[in-house]
T-cell receptor, first 114, second 110 residues
């Protein structure tokens, strides 16, 4: 089944403790991205990647890192999480060929930073 | 940043009626638009999309209308069913980035 898989689904951590949220897709998509979803704000892009070893900042990149060493994986790294990073995070992917192809989303990771 | 918004945060409709959800976007350079459905505890699910060189596209029970003159997008759901209850939001693509609306919560009354 074609899908985007995020892990973990739920994560509670403390301020300053480094964490990684994994994202993997099995559709051979070039484009991958991370979003956070907060009440009243909709989805906001954190980082995106057009292909392996190519990453770019989205609208809210502060406090996050990403890497794209393999086409299928795009982990999100919080080096020193803070409470304002408590949010619902989504990973998404799409093929890069052509401009009219939708994003496919994972089921989300709910992160709480205390 | 981009501004993609919805006119109504909530919408309640009777089962069997048609639903219309609206969206305003701000970037006239956006070339592709998508509607997503999000159910509780799940990721956004693709419903229908439309390119900027079109003004209407129909799917199964859903229709998307695009009015580039006023930068307006709408989603029409025919014969709304209880399973359609969810949050719906629009997205626009500008360059390599997507921008999303805040969503409309649709409740279908049996």
């Amino acid at each position: 089944e074609a899908q985007v898989t995020q892990n973990p689904r739920y994560l509670i951590t403390v301020t300053g403790k480094k964490l990684t949220v994994t994202c993997s897709q099995n559709m051979n998509h070039e484009y991958m991205s991370w979003y956070r979803q907060d009440p009243g704000l909709g989805l906001r892009q954190i980082y995106y990647s057009m292909n392996v070893e190519v990453t770019d900042k989205g609208d809210v990149p502060e406090g996050y890192k990403v890497s794209r060493k393999e086409k299928r994986n795009f982990p999100l790294i919080l080096e020193s999480p803070s409470p304002n990073q408590t949010s619902l995070y989504f990973c998404a992917s799409r093929p890069q060929t052509g401009y009219a192809s939708p994003l496919h989303f994972g089921n989300g990771t709910r992160l709480t930073v205390t | 940043g981009e501004s993609v918004g919805l006119h109504l945060p909530t919408l309640s409709v009777q089962e069997g009626d048609n639903s219309i959800i609206n969206c305003a976007y701000s970037n006239s350079a956006s070339d592709y638009f998508i509607w997503y459905k999000q159910e509780s505890g799940k990721g956004p699910q693709f419903i229908i999309d439309i390119r900027s060189n079109m003004d209407k596209r129909q799917g199964q029970r859903v229709t998307v209308l695009l009015n580039k003159t006023v930068k307006h997008l709408s989603l029409q759901i025919a014969a709304t069913q209880p399973g359609d209850s969810a949050v719906y939001f629009c997205a626009e693509k500008a360059g390599n980035q997507f921008y999303f609306g805040t969503g409309t919560s649709l409740t279908v009354i049996p």
